[in-house]
């Protein structure tokens, strides 16, 4: 029952930071103009780089609020690493501060290609963005130990609050107030520091008072969680280069404005893998207490159903997105330039991923035993491949260029690499997950986007564009949906 109350408010939780951003960031760019929308995109590139200096501490944290819930004194062990993970959090931010205000004016002077916006004030803009992030980065790791405990609800509480003031507040600022893009990012960071405050208390707080300690470095405790800390750290950090090598490349090969159409598309695309994020979110703490308790054969079931309801709505989200891509940007902005240069780039990267949301749901398996070297050895293999591609691609054939190369990877991924893991941990398993499980999730969807295209291409009017790309995408996804048993069979009650 707590995992369907998690993930019910996991995806409320989502949807609406989604639809807040569906609604709000077209006005950004009309009332900021596109070149300082490409500062805005550049504020979530640096936020995905900060993942870098993680060392995969927050999901780790995660893990071990989870144990602690089931282990006998759990959370005495649990308060100290939480302080200590802190510590190191604190210095991470404070030497990444200084970073950000030290080299400001060389990013804003030699990096960027700035066409109208004064340099100075771009200089400004990207020390508040370099702050802003590492006060975000603090804030993932208070976070990340509320999800293990499974107060998962109140996580999403916050997430909508503080989502209505980033958005909401930052349009009323820019469209009524001042359309200046430096008072913007100082907002950002006033809005940063609440969401700081407001998860570190509420964390410490669910700690019981009598298993709390000193506050100090725990150097035994954090020992004990580096081999895992330091997998995911190791896979999170290749992680962060595959996914943005191409964003940190382009966003000196595009001009500013054409980087903010590109980090339009990154948020689309992006958005697949945040439909997937909630359920996983959900999952991750039972599958982890399940490998605990030795209960494998419901760890297999709830890993095999997670997988079909995460493909259901992934995969019907990409064909959706890619199917339909320019004509979904025009609908979604009203720039039609935006949309053209968009049309193709964003058809590659949402198929790549979707495949993506899919492919590395193998990653909770292996997360759920504590065992990473197939994960470490996996991403190694990937990123070994796949950067240099991108980085190739991105050089010489541009925005296209590198999402093609996204898909093709991300194909050769998740056809060689998934039956591999899979079958270390239980033979034969892939099969059934793979023909069984996902084949018919898959299909259906791709059939209903694909027969329902001539409706869109005949519609010109945002409107009617809106209502068919809704409709469309909502039986995409029922289709999907009846296709898993678990989901039939509960129907059929309700039903009968």
Same mark, same amino acid.
């Given at each position: 029952?707590?995992?369907?109350?998690?993930?019910?408010?996991?995806y409320?939780?989502? $949807?609406?930071?989604?639809f807040?951003?569906i609604?709000?960031?077209?006005l950004?760019?009309?009332?900021?103009?596109?070149?300082?929308?490409?500062?805005?995109g550049?504020?979530?590139?640096?936020?995905?780089?900060?993942?870098?200096?993680?060392? %995969?501490?927050?999901?780790?944290?995660?893990?071990?609020?989870?144990?602690?819930?089931?282990?006998?004194?759990?959370?005495?062990?649990?308060?100290?690493?939480?302080?200590?993970?802190?510590?190191?959090f604190?210095?991470?931010?404070?030497?990444?501060?200084?970073?950000?205000i030290s080299?400001?004016?060389?990013?804003?002077?030699s990096?960027?290609? =700035?066409?109208?916006?004064?340099?100075?004030?771009?200089?400004t803009?990207?020390?508040?963005?370099?702050?802003?992030a590492?006060v975000?980065?603090?804030?993932?790791?208070?976070?990340?130990?509320?999800?293990?405990?499974?107060?998962?609800?109140?996580?999403n509480?916050v997430?909508? $609050?503080?989502v209505?003031?980033?958005?909401?507040?930052?349009?009323?600022?820019? !469209?009524?107030?001042?359309?200046d893009?430096?008072?913007?990012?100082?907002?950002?960071?006033? =809005?940063?520091?609440?969401e700081?405050v407001?998860?570190?208390?509420?964390?410490?707080?669910?700690?019981?008072?009598?298993?709390?300690s000193?506050?100090?470095?725990y150097?035994?405790?954090?020992?004990?969680?580096?081999p895992f800390a330091?997998?995911?750290?190791?896979?999170?950090?290749?992680?962060?280069?595959?996914?943005?090598?191409?964003?940190?490349?382009?966003?000196?090969?595009?001009?500013l404005s054409?980087f903010?159409?590109?980090?339009?598309?990154a948020l689309?695309?992006?958005?697949?893998?945040?439909?997937s994020?909630?359920? !996983?979110e959900?999952?991750?703490p039972?599958?982890?207490?399940?490998a605990?308790?030795?209960a494998?054969?419901?760890?297999?079931?709830?890993y095999?159903?997670?997988?079909?309801?995460?493909?259901?709505?992934t995969?019907?989200?990409?064909?959706?997105?890619?199917?339909?891509?320019? !004509?979904?940007?025009f609908?979604?902005t009203?720039?039609e330039?935006?949309a053209?240069?968009?049309?193709? *780039?964003?058809?590659?990267?949402?198929?790549?991923?979707?495949l993506?949301?899919v492919g590395?749901?193998?990653?909770?398996?292996?997360?759920?035993?504590g065992?990473?070297?197939?994960?470490?050895? %996996?991403?190694?293999?990937?990123?070994?491949?796949?950067? @240099?591609?991108?980085?190739?691609a991105?050089?010489?054939?541009?925005?296209?260029?590198?999402?093609?190369?996204?898909?093709?990877?991300?194909?050769?991924?998740f056809?060689?690499?998934? @039956?591999?893991?899979?079958a270390?941990?239980?033979?034969?398993f892939?099969k059934?997950?793979?023909l069984?499980?996902?084949?018919? *999730?898959?299909?259906? @969807?791709?059939?209903?986007?694909?027969?329902?295209?001539?409706?869109l291409?005949?519609?010109?009017?945002?409107?009617?564009?809106?209502?068919?790309?809704?409709a469309?995408?909502?039986?995409?996804?029922?289709?999907?949906?009846?296709?898993?048993?678990?989901?039939r069979?509960?129907l059929?009650?309700?039903l009968?």
């Open positions: 029952m707590t995992i369907t109350k998690n993930a019910i408010a996991n409320v939780g989502k $949807f609406y930071v989604i807040i951003g609604v709000i960031l077209p950004y760019m009309s009332y900021l103009g596109d070149e300082a929308y490409g500062l805005v550049l504020f979530t590139v640096v936020q995905s780089w900060m993942q870098l200096l993680n060392m %995969g501490l927050s999901p780790t944290l995660g893990r071990e609020a989870a144990k602690a819930k089931v282990l006998q004194s759990g959370f005495n062990k649990f308060y100290k690493i939480l302080v200590s993970y802190e510590l190191i604190l210095v991470i931010t404070l030497v990444v501060s200084l970073a950000g080299l400001y004016d060389w990013l804003a002077t990096w960027l290609n =700035i066409e109208k916006i004064n340099t100075d004030v771009v200089g803009c990207i020390a508040l963005i370099f702050i802003s590492v975000r980065f603090q804030t993932s790791l208070y976070r990340s130990g509320i999800m293990g405990l499974e107060h998962q609800i109140y996580v509480k997430d909508v $609050f503080v209505s003031l980033r958005f909401i507040g930052g349009l009323f600022l820019v !469209a009524i107030i001042t359309s893009i430096i008072y913007f990012f100082v907002y950002q960071l006033v =809005i940063a520091c609440v700081l407001v998860f570190r208390t509420k964390l410490f707080c669910l700690v019981p008072t009598k298993e709390k000193n506050y100090k470095f150097r035994a405790n954090v020992s004990s969680t580096l330091m997998g995911v750290a190791y896979t999170a950090s290749i992680w962060v280069l595959v996914t943005q090598v191409d964003k940190a490349i382009l966003s000196s090969v595009l001009t054409e903010g159409y590109y980090t339009l598309v689309i695309v992006g958005g697949i893998l945040q439909l994020q909630p359920l !996983a959900a999952l991750r039972r599958l982890t207490a399940l605990e308790q030795g494998e054969e419901e760890l297999y079931r709830l095999l159903f997670g997988t079909q309801l995460v493909a259901a709505i995969l019907s989200a990409s064909f959706v997105i890619a199917f339909n891509s320019k !004509a979904l940007v609908m979604w009203g720039n330039t935006a053209s240069w968009a049309e193709e *780039v964003l058809f590659w990267f949402a198929l790549g991923n979707g993506l949301a590395t749901f193998q990653y909770y398996l292996q997360f759920a035993y065992k990473l070297k197939l994960h470490v050895l %996996g991403a190694t293999i990937s990123a070994s491949i796949q950067i @240099p591609i991108i980085a190739f991105a050089i010489d054939y541009g925005a296209v260029g590198a999402a093609k190369a996204w898909f093709g990877v991300r194909l050769l991924f056809l060689c690499w998934t @039956p591999i893991v899979h270390k941990f239980r033979q034969g892939h059934v997950w793979l069984k499980g996902l084949l018919l *999730v898959a299909v259906l @969807p791709l059939l209903v986007v694909l027969f329902s295209r001539p409706l291409a005949s519609s010109i009017v945002r409107i009617d564009q809106l209502v068919l790309i809704t469309i995408s909502f039986v995409s996804l029922s289709f999907s949906l009846v296709a898993i048993p678990k989901v069979n509960r059929k009650g309700w009968f």
